[in-house]
């Protein structure tokens, strides 16, 4: 809770709600299918070690997402419906990707959709930074970032759907992200003078 100050519902919502809502889908479709593996591993055919290895990355990806984002919407003094509706999409796209994974089905890997939610979700990253400049100002290395990999998960959407090349490219978003949005986040709670609060401190916004 933030005193003397509005309470922020729609990211109360959004953050509370709707994002832990998804991820907690992931995680119960992701536990019993990697218990299964680990407990049989000579029974579980490439394609299936496949899918686990991309399903981990892309909820390790939505983890940082959320662990990183939720403290600039949360903490700054506004959080626009617009930024609301870009993370409601977020949060779709994100579900895209997962699930057109079929970890918990025989079917194929749907690479070209997979990789293609995680190139809107790369885009919409970029708008939403734009939305909330006034909180985490302009940064080109974010910038920069989000663009470099909204045009990486587009190379592997439309030339080459590679379950190898999709792997990477994740693992190195996800890093990025962390290095990247941790660092702006930093800077946020340093010009708003979290350092200061006696509050439980909450670090680091992926988008941010």
Do not use: C
């Not at 981990?56 to 930024?83: G, K, N």
């Not at 918990?104 to 190139?119: N, P, Q």
């Not at 919409?124 to 940064?139: C, D, H, L, P, V």
């Amino acid at each position: 809770m933030r005193s003397g100050k509005e309470q922020n519902w729609a990211g109360t919502l959004m953050f509370g709600l709707l994002y832990p809502a998804v991820l907690g889908t992931f995680l119960y479709s992701l536990l019993p299918e990697t218990l299964q593996a680990l407990r049989a591993p000579l029974q579980v055919d490439p394609l299936q070690w496949t899918k686990l290895v991309l399903s981990f990355l892309l909820i390790a990806h939505f983890l940082i997402d959320f662990y990183l984002t939720q403290q600039v919407a949360l903490e700054s003094e506004r959080y626009p419906t617009s930024a609301f509706v870009l993370d409601l999409l977020v949060v779709l796209a994100l579900f895209v990707a997962y699930h057109t994974v079929h970890l918990g089905d025989k079917g194929e890997l749907e690479l070209r959709w997979a990789a293609g939610a995680m190139f809107v979700s790369y885009v919409i990253f970029w708008i939403w930074a734009q939305q909330m400049k006034s909180n985490i100002k302009k940064r080109l290395g974010l910038s920069s970032y989000e663009i470099g990999s909204a045009a990486a998960f587009l190379l592997v959407a439309t030339v080459w759907p590679n379950a190898y090349a999709f792997a990477v490219v994740l693992l190195v978003s996800a890093l990025l992200m962390w290095f990247v949005g941790g660092s702006v986040v930093e800077a946020f709670h340093a010009a708003h003078g979290h350092a200061d609060e006696t509050m439980p401190e909450v670090r680091m916004t992926g988008r941010t």
